[in-house]
């Protein structure tokens, strides 16, 4: 046998463990067929693979694993278990692009699926390689540790802390001011999986210098990209007063209202997101967002028909307008709650109406003026709706209850309350007594329309016990009141006259008069009649003598 035919054996050996591996690979494409790899024991037969002199094959072994893990926890669980990522990591600085990009695939396949095993993955040194890679002059290379570090730094924060303290933050940003797209998309969502778990960690990103570099990408045409923009600076500027402004004078605003209008929902959400996140802190905060047109585009925002914008957009509304009553009132002036009413009436999200809900007592809380608007907007019989309703949620059922509260507190609208008297249970019944109570005293004319629409006969008709509050106020309101008229709108009143009839005894006189007495009594008046008569003919005659004279 010649040398050459001898080679050839083990040419064919080589090409048919790679046609092994590739096949699988593929295989692993399509992830109905990964339960029937793992039956078959691919996983046993790649690893072994991953030891072989052939770096190709090395390669496209670490790819099929990296695909059946993908798609099914228990190998991944497997792979951590047969240790294989010693294997996968050694020598991993000397190989070439290629076979880093595969290893890469495989961490980050391993570590997106939960934090165990991306905690598993650190302790066994990935994170160093990582670093390693992230230094790396290929792209590519660069690319596949950026995504791969997101994928641990996103499932908690001992795990993005254990970024931050092995120095990879810096790297990270160094890769967004790459000119590949792919890498700038990776590297600002790393950014916001560190940034998003603590003001700490968050001040961290902001001392590497990372904001400059977020906000100049936001220019950028690219919707992914902006949207991971937006949603690293709403992780950077939710924790704190500082971060926000931070991140505000960083000059991002008119961009991110004008992005509230973007044609994509992701960016629109993301920007209404970045709005909330920054007015919640402070009243300086929020009123410059409000001197940027912010109110206007948040209710430009909230007629788009997606969900997805709708309750970040309203509850940056809510927090604008619980800041002070100036703000509340400009919210007023964008007609924001007949814009929050109808929301309320055509949703069936527990989410948004939790938040609108949320968002109409932050309004209504401040003056009788802002509850009047409240009112106005026939809000109350629906709130207390979805009070009552057993298919609301106790979230909801909470908030309503809450604005409620802060809203019937400061509403003189009398009109606006008095549907609410037949249909208020009496935890919520008493802020409404108590507005009437407030408002009768001083107001004969809502007095008598108090009690010709039948307010003041549905107050008799309540049961409060003696003491509490509630009958302070019913007392307090039929103090306004005539007592008899009072009585008389009592329920108890027909009954109480019935009574009184039935108890009642007659005094009746009896006059007994003879038939005869009563015809001589007759005829006298007759006689008297008929002598008048005469002596009005004789004076009339002259023959009537005067005084003095005789007949």
């Known amino acids: 046998m010649t040398a050459r035919s001898i080679f050839q054996v083990f040419d064919q050996y080589q090409k048919a463990r790679i046609s092994f591996v590739q096949t699988v690979g593929e295989l692993a494409l399509r992830s109905q067929n990964v339960e029937y790899l793992r039956q078959a024991g691919a996983l046993e037969l790649l690893q072994s693979l991953l030891s072989d002199t052939c770096v190709q094959i090395q390669q496209c072994a670490a790819i099929a694993i990296g695909r059946m893990v993908h798609c099914d926890v228990r190998l991944a669980k497997q792979v951590?278990?047969?240790?294989?990522?010693?294997?996968?990591?050694?020598?991993?600085?000397?190989?070439n692009k290629y076979y880093k990009r595969a290893v890469l695939f495989v961490i980050r396949s391993l570590t997106g699926h939960n934090e165990e095993i991306a905690s598993v993955v650190v302790s066994s040194g990935g994170l160093e390689a990582l670093v390693l890679c992230l230094?790396?002059?290929?792209?590519?290379?660069?690319?596949?540790?950026?995504?791969?570090?997101?994928?641990?730094a996103r499932h908690s924060l001992a795990l993005a802390q254990n970024v931050v303290d092995?120095?990879?933050v810096p790297l990270v940003i160094l890769c967004l001011q790459?000119?590949?797209?792919?890498?700038?998309?990776?590297?600002?969502?790393?950014?916001?999986?560190?940034?998003?778990?603590?003001?700490?960690?968050?001040?961290?990103?902001?001392?590497?210098?990372?904001?400059?570099?977020?906000?100049?990408?936001?220019?950028?045409?690219?919707?992914?990209?902006?949207?991971?923009?937006?949603?690293?600076?709403?992780?950077?500027?939710?924790?704190?007063?500082?971060?926000?402004?931070?991140?505000?004078?960083?000059?991002?605003f008119p961009s991110v209202l004008i992005h509230m209008s973007h044609a994509c929902p992701v960016v629109r959400r993301n920007a209404a997101s970045l709005v909330r996140d920054i007015v919640k802190h402070s009243l300086e905060l929020t009123q410059l967002v409000v001197n940027t047109g912010g109110i206007g585009a948040l209710m430009e925002a909230l007629h788009h028909q997606s969900e997805e914008s709708k309750v970040p957009c309203?509850?940056?509304?809510?927090?604008i307008a619980g800041h002070s009553d100036q703000l509340a009132m400009s919210v007023l002036g964008c007609n924001g709650v007949d814009a929050l009413t109808g929301i309320l009436r055509a949703s069936s999200d527990d989410a948004t109406q939790a938040v609108t809900v949320w968002t109409l007592g932050q309004i209504g809380k401040h003056s009788p003026e802002h509850a009047k608007a409240i009112g106005i907007a026939n809000a109350f019989p629906l709130l207390l709706n979805f009070y009552l309703a057993n298919t609301s949620s106790e979230d909801l059922k909470y908030k309503c209850k809450t604005t409620l509260k802060q809203c019937l507190q400061k509403c003189i609208m009398l009109s606006a309350l008095e549907p609410l008297l037949y249909v208020a249970p009496i935890n919520i019944l008493k802020y409404v007594l108590g507005q009437f109570s407030k408002v009768l005293p001083n107001d004969p004319k809502a007095r008598r329309l108090f009690v010709t629409s039948g307010g003041l006969k549905k107050v008799q008709e309540i049961q409060a016990e003696p003491g509490s509050r509630l009958m302070e106020y019913i007392t307090i309101i039929n103090a306004c009141f005539p007592e008899e008229i009072v009585r008389y709108y009592s329920p108890n009143y027909p009954e109480t006259l019935l009574d009184a009839v039935e108890q009642?005894?007659?005094?009746?006189?009896?006059?007994?008069?003879?038939?005869?007495?009563?015809?001589?009594?007759?005829?006298?008046?007759?006689?008297?009649?008929?002598?008048?008569?005469?002596?009005?003919?004789?004076?009339?005659?002259?023959?009537?003598?005067?005084?003095?004279?005789s007949l």
């Open 80 to 95: 951590i278990n047969r240790n294989c990522l010693p294997l996968l990591l050694r020598d991993i600085e000397r190989q």
């Open 135 to 152: 230094e790396d002059f290929e792209p590519m290379v660069k690319q596949g540790a950026v995504w791969a570090i997101g994928h641990i």
């Open 166 to 168: 092995i120095g990879a």
């Open 178 to 252: 790459e000119p590949e797209l792919t890498i700038k998309q990776v590297s600002v969502s790393a950014i916001a999986d560190v940034a998003k778990h603590g003001v700490d960690l968050a001040q961290n990103v902001v001392d590497a210098g990372a904001v400059p570099h977020l906000v100049r990408n936001l220019g950028n045409q690219d919707e992914k990209l902006k949207r991971n923009v937006l949603h690293a600076l709403s992780c950077i500027a939710t924790h704190s007063n500082d971060l926000a402004e931070v991140v505000v004078e960083a000059e991002i």
């Open 314 to 319: 309203i509850t940056a509304v809510g927090y």
């Open 504 to 549: 009642y005894s007659p005094q009746v006189r009896r006059v007994a008069t003879p038939a005869v007495a009563l015809v001589a009594v007759v005829i006298a008046d007759h006689d008297d009649v008929a002598g008048d008569k005469a002596t009005r003919q004789r004076r009339a005659s002259g023959r009537l003598c005067g005084p003095g004279r």
